[in-house]
C-alpha cells in the first residue's frame, strides 16, 4: 500500500508519516522542510481551529461525523483528564517517539471523543459547517473530507470554554497520544517550559459522543491452525447456546443483529457456520463473573478472549498474523476462511460508543483492536508544529 501511495504522487503524505527509505525519521524531516521552502506545505500566520466533517457511506446509508480539530493539551492519564481504552504496545511508541525527536511535528490527529449532552458544541459545529469550507477532498475510500477554517476569536474562545473542562476518552491513537506525553516530558526538561510550548499539547479531532455518525464496527477475529471438533462445540454448549445456521454471510451477520445486545458470535470454519448465545445460567454467569476483568466483563470481545480463547481453546498469547488477524467486514472474514488464509472466524457485534466511554472513564482497558471507530481520519490536510520555540 505504501509503493501505491508513493506511486500517485511526489508529494503524497505517505512519503512523510510512512517512509520507505530506511532512515525514515531523517527522510520525513528533510521533506517536510524542502516542502515548506518549496510552498507545497504553508504555515498558518494566525491562531485557527478547524472543523473537520466525513461523509461516508455504511450499509447502504449515508452517514456524516463532525468534529473540531485543535491542540489538546497533554495530560498524564493519572489527572484523569484523557481517558485511554486500549493498551499500548512498546515498539509502535518508540517508533512515534522517534518520528517526533526528528520532525519535531504532529503529522496526524489522536482521535478523541467527549461528553456534549446539550448540544452546546453541535450547535456550533452546524452553524460554521453553513459557511465555505477551506478544504473538500475525497478518499481512496470514497470518505468525503471537508474542512473548515475557524478564524472567528469570540467561536474560538466559545469553544475553548466549553470544551475546557471537559474529559476526553481516546478512540484511536493510543500509541501516538503517550509518545507525545514521553516527547512533552523530555521537552520540559530541556527547557523548563511547562505552559504554553507546543510540544505540552497535541493536535486532536474532538467529536462529540453525541454526533450520530460516531460510529465503531466489530472486529472480527480470524484463527489459524485450530479446528471446530465435536468435543469443542461440546465444550462450547456448557457456556453457550450453540445454532447451527446456513453458512454464508447473510445468516451470519442475521443472527448477530437477532442478538446485538446479547453475547453472541457468529463462527464460521469453511464448511459449517454456528451461532453462539451466551446463556443465562447462574454456573455460566459465576465462571464469567470469577474468570473474566470486573470492568470489561460485558464486552463480547473479552468473552471471546477470556473464555472462548484462552479457556476452551487453550490458545494461550496469540501473536497478530501468526496465530491471530483481525479484520473489519464479515464478508472478508468468510472470504478468509474459504481461501485457507484463516481456519475459523469469529464475527461479533459492534460495542456502542456510549459504552466505550462508559468503561474508559473506569480506567477498563480492552483487549487490542476491540473497536473500530469508523471511518479513520485522513491524515495530510494538517500537520501541528511542535518545536521547542513555537508557543500557543
Not at 486500549?86 to 517517539?97: F, H, M, Q, V
Not at 454448549?237 to 442478538?259: C, G, I, K, M, N
Not at 472474514?333 to 456510549?354: C, Q, W, Y
Not at 491524515?379 to 501541528?384: A, C, E, R, T, Y
Amino acid at each position: 500500500m505504501q509503493k501505491e501511495y508513493y506511486d500517485k504522487s511526489h508529494f503524497n503524505y505517505c512519503r512523510l508519516i510512512l517512509p520507505l527509505e530506511p532512515n525514515k525519521y531523517e527522510v520525513a524531516n528533510q521533506r517536510i522542510q524542502q516542502w515548506l521552502q518549496e510552498g507545497i506545505l504553508a504555515k498558518e500566520t494566525e491562531p485557527a481551529l478547524f472543523l473537520s466533517r466525513q461523509e461516508f457511506t455504511l450499509d447502504g446509508k449515508r452517514q456524516s461525523r463532525t468534529g473540531l480539530i485543535a491542540a489538546l493539551r497533554l495530560y498524564p492519564y493519572s489527572e484523569n483528564m484523557v481517558f485511554p481504552h486500549e493498551g499500548t504496545y512498546k515498539a509502535p511508541k518508540a517508533d512515534r517517539l522517534n518520528m517526533l525527536r526528528t520532525v519535531q511535528k504532529d503529522l496526524e490527529p489522536v482521535f478523541l471523543m467527549y461528553q456534549d449532552p446539550e448540544n452546546q458544541t453541535i450547535k456550533i459545529f452546524q452553524e460554521i459547517s453553513k459557511t465555505k469550507p477551506a478544504v473538500q477532498v475525497t478518499d481512496s475510500l470514497g470518505v468525503k473530507h471537508t474542512l473548515w477554517k475557524i478564524r472567528d476569536l469570540n467561536k474560538i474562545t466559545k469553544l475553548q470554554n466549553l470544551l475546557a473542562a471537559k474529559t476526553v476518552v481516546i478512540n484511536d491513537g493510543h500509541h501516538r497520544y503517550e509518545s507525545a506525553l514521553a516527547y512533552s516530558g523530555e521537552m520540559r526538561k530541556k527547557t523548563g517550559c511547562v505552559t504554553d510550548c507546543a510540544f505540552n499539547f497535541h493536535m486532536s479531532y474532538l467529536v462529540p459522543v453525541q454526533d450520530e455518525g460516531l460510529i465503531v464496527l466489530p472486529t472480527h477475529r480470524l484463527l489459524k491452525n485450530y479446528k471446530l471438533t465435536d468435543d469443542l462445540i461440546h465444550a462450547f454448549r456448557f457456556f453457550f447456546d450453540v445454532a447451527q445456521v446456513e453458512p454464508t454471510v447473510e445468516a451470519l451477520e442475521a443472527f448477530l443483529r437477532r442478538h446485538r445486545n446479547e453475547h453472541a458470535f457468529g463462527v464460521y470454519d469453511g464448511t459449517k457456520a454456528y451461532g453462539f448465545l451466551l446463556k443465562h445460567d447462574k454456573a455460566v454467569y459465576d465462571f464469567v463473573n470469577a474468570n473474566v476483568s470486573k470492568e470489561t466483563k460485558i464486552f463480547d470481545v473479552v468473552i471471546l478472549h477470556d473464555i472462548v480463547f484462552r479457556f476452551i481453546l487453550k490458545t494461550g498469547d496469540l501473536n497478530m498474523d501468526d496465530t491471530i488477524m483481525y479484520v473489519r467486514w464479515a464478508k472478508e472474514a468468510v472470504d478468509k476462511v474459504k481461501t485457507g488464509e484463516a481456519s475459523i472466524a469469529f464475527l461479533l457485534n459492534p460495542v456502542t460508543t456510549e459504552t466505550v466511554a462508559e468503561i474508559a472513564v473506569q480506567h477498563g482497558l480492552l483487549p487490542e483492536k476491540s473497536t473500530d471507530f469508523y471511518p479513520k481520519p485522513v491524515s495530510g490536510l494538517l500537520m501541528m508544529d511542535i518545536s521547542d520555540k513555537e508557543k500557543l
